[in-house]
């Protein structure tokens, strides 16, 4: 697959998976298809060589016909939408547009030059999406399977749920090859510091507090972010069309346990790494305190969903994908790369 059109290649995971694909496929071109949002930042996939950038808007499907057939374009890689819950509780508009319309927008175009115009004959739509569409679990519950009811108890997860029907109905209507992932959550470089993992290490930095939703022991299986990767690549190179995979992390823990190795995290760096506390004075730690003090319990999440964790045999089994990184080696990496990359994250807290 030489050439892809990858959607929202300029954020988190999308742009991680640029550059995963670029080292990974060094001769493959890669289209960057993004609108440049908030969470959205060119500088994030400026290194790779192989990715063009086209500021655009995926529910613009006059444009992204024309991206396909000048670029001959037989993979979609669709990273695009609006994923902060807090925003969608807020202002949930915005996500059906994006993550609705925009899919559907995607969908046509892709039918169009792929299927009725007999451009591409072998082709994929590689549509990513999220284990919130499922609902909540219950403490012994077992783990999302693909075969699980959706449940979406949020307007974010709503939103990807209607997608991913979309997505299944244009392979069983109109017969688009396409396959879906849906992961838990992600971490690792690059990540908008609105999420918990960047938001509480930045804050740790800074001093700011670090505010724990309700009792701090809503459950979440964690997946590093070139897990994920790797796993979508597994999905593209060897999944069945029409297919449904969970991707996880096999990393499930209470949030409270996230945040205490947070904190420990920041503590061992600052104990570590010479300098740290010349520049980040106001952190903690560059006092000598525990991290840890800066935790502050704030009013719970408007349906916050209670426990997520993911069953991933599946593609275990039919696509070989095994996640690399524990959640110890990935925090560290993680925290690691934010303290080397200040240029990156820093103009984003003034935004």
């Given at each position: 697959?030489?050439?892809?059109?990858?959607t929202?290649?300029?954020?988190?995971?999308?742009?991680?998976?640029?550059?995963?694909?670029?080292?990974?496929?060094?001769?493959?071109?890669?289209?960057?298809?993004?609108?440049?949002?908030?969470?959205?930042?060119?500088?994030?996939?400026a290194?790779?060589e192989?990715?063009?950038?086209?500021v655009?808007?995926?529910r613009?499907?006059?444009?992204?016909?024309k991206?396909?057939?000048?670029?001959?374009?037989?993979?979609?890689?669709?990273?695009a939408?609006?994923?902060?819950?807090?925003?969608?509780?807020?202002?949930?508009?915005?996500?059906?547009?994006?993550?609705?319309?925009?899919?559907?927008?995607?969908?046509?175009?892709?039918?169009?030059v792929?299927?009725?115009?007999?451009r591409?004959r072998d082709?994929?739509?590689h549509h990513?999406?999220?284990?919130?569409?499922?609902?909540?679990?219950?403490?012994?519950?077992?783990?999302?399977?693909?075969?699980?009811?959706?449940?979406?108890?949020?307007?974010?997860?709503?939103?990807?749920?209607?997608?991913?029907?979309?997505?299944?109905?244009?392979?069983h209507?109109?017969?688009?090859?396409?396959?879906?992932?849906?992961?838990?959550?992600?971490?690792?470089?690059?990540?908008?510091?609105?999420?918990?993992?960047?938001?509480f290490m930045?804050?740790?930095?800074?001093?700011?507090?670090?505010?724990i939703?309700?009792?701090?022991?809503?459950?979440?299986?964690?997946?590093?972010?070139?897990?994920?990767?790797?796993?979508?690549?597994?999905?593209?190179?060897?999944?069945?069309?029409?297919?449904?995979y969970?991707?996880?992390?096999?990393?499930?823990l209470?949030?409270?346990?996230?945040?205490?190795?947070?904190?420990a995290e920041?503590?061992?760096?600052?104990?570590?790494?010479?300098?740290?506390?010349?520049?980040?004075?106001?952190?903690?730690?560059a006092?000598?305190?525990?991290?840890?003090?800066?935790?502050?319990?704030v009013?719970?999440?408007?349906?916050?969903?209670?426990?997520?964790?993911?069953?991933?045999?599946?593609?275990?089994?039919?696509?070989?994908?095994?996640?690399?990184h524990?959640?110890?080696?990935?925090?560290?990496n993680?925290?690691?790369?934010y303290?080397?990359n200040?240029?990156?994250w820093?103009?984003?807290?003034?935004?």
């Open positions: 697959m030489p050439n892809l059109l990858v929202g290649g300029a954020g988190f995971i999308g742009g991680n998976f640029v550059h995963y694909w670029g080292q990974q496929h060094p001769d493959d071109a890669i289209i960057v298809l993004d609108c440049l949002t908030y969470a959205g930042n060119r500088s994030t996939i290194d790779v192989q990715a063009s950038l086209i655009g808007d995926i613009d499907a006059d444009l992204v016909e991206l396909l057939r000048k670029h001959g374009i037989a993979t979609i890689v669709h990273f939408a609006e994923s902060h819950v807090d925003r969608s509780i807020t202002g949930p508009d915005a996500f059906i547009d994006t993550n609705i319309l925009g899919t559907n927008s995607l969908l046509k175009a892709a039918r169009k792929w299927l009725d115009d007999g591409e082709h994929r739509f990513i999406s999220t284990d919130e569409v499922y609902g909540s679990l219950g403490p012994s519950d077992p783990a999302f399977a693909e075969t699980t009811q959706y449940q979406p108890n949020s307007p974010y997860s709503a939103s990807k749920a209607a997608s991913d029907h979309l997505v299944r109905a244009y392979h209507t109109y017969g688009l090859q396409v396959t879906t992932t849906n992961c838990s959550n992600n971490y690792g470089p690059y990540h908008y510091p609105e999420k918990l993992i960047p938001l930045l804050n740790a930095l800074s001093g700011r507090p670090l505010p939703y309700g009792d701090g022991m809503n459950v979440r299986d964690w997946l590093y972010v070139e897990d994920h990767c790797r796993g979508i690549e597994a999905a593209l190179l060897n999944g069945t069309p029409g297919e449904t969970n991707i996880g992390g096999g990393e499930e209470p949030n409270m346990t996230v945040i205490d190795r947070i904190c920041v503590d061992r760096a600052f104990a570590e790494i010479e300098g740290l506390a010349e520049r980040y004075p106001h952190a903690p730690a006092k000598g305190r525990a991290t840890s003090e800066l935790k502050t319990f009013e719970d999440r408007k349906g916050h969903d209670r426990r997520y964790a993911i069953d991933e045999s599946k593609a275990r089994a039919q696509l070989g994908y095994v996640p690399r524990d959640f110890e080696n990935g925090l560290r993680t925290l690691r790369w303290l080397d200040e240029a990156w820093k103009p984003l807290l003034k935004a």
